[in-house]
């Protein structure tokens, strides 16, 4: 995740940014404001367990394959029973240490769409797809027009001026 210094870098455009202030309680750790964090999770089965329960049936086949066809289905229900239980308690230490699933993380971040409109058309399609809300592109502050301030330049200058205040002079009354 980190490269040269900084903590994130956007999977679509390479942009690269340091984390921010770390804050516990929307479990994003340092995520700089904006920026998004893509997970997908996929559990699968153990490749391992599964050949463990081979294992285990082939045994319990191979355990009763060795039972007369002759006896009972009574008394083959039994026998199986036994087998099975035996090799459930021979292979349980082995099985409890060994996960059935096998959980596939993947991570990646992107930065802020509204920054950039390539992101922002890569993640609204993701979005999309997923019937999710869009996001929208941060209104741009426009720039006047040049005519515009030309004119608000030509009303100032045009403008009458106001008049300058000017103190008058109280004249001095005659002392008595």
């Not at 592109?137 to 300058?164: G, S, T």
Request: charged residues 30%; negative net charge; hydrophobic residues 40%.
């Amino acid at each position: 995740m980190s490269i040269e210094g900084f903590d994130y870098e956007c999977a679509l455009t390479g942009i690269t940014s340091e984390g921010s202030k770390f804050h516990e309680e929307d479990r994003l750790d340092d995520l700089p404001p904006g920026w998004l964090q893509v997970s997908f999770k996929r559990r699968a089965v153990n490749p391992e367990y599964m050949a463990l329960q081979q294992v285990k049936q082939s045994m319990v086949e191979g355990l009763m394959s060795q039972v007369p066809e002759d006896y009972p289905d009574e008394i083959v229900g039994m026998q199986f029973q036994a087998i099975s239980m035996q090799v459930e308690a021979q292979f349980h230490a082995m099985e409890s240490s060994i996960s059935p699933y096998i959980t596939y993380e993947e991570e990646v971040f992107v930065a802020p769409p509204e920054s950039n409109d390539v992101v922002l058309e890569a993640v609204n399609e993701v979005r999309e797809s997923f019937g999710l809300a869009l996001f929208e592109k941060a209104p741009e502050e426009e720039a006047p027009e040049v005519e515009e301030l030309e004119e608000e330049v030509k009303v100032a200058v045009e403008a009458p001026k106001p008049p300058k205040k000017t103190e008058a002079k109280a004249e001095e009354a005659p002392a008595p």
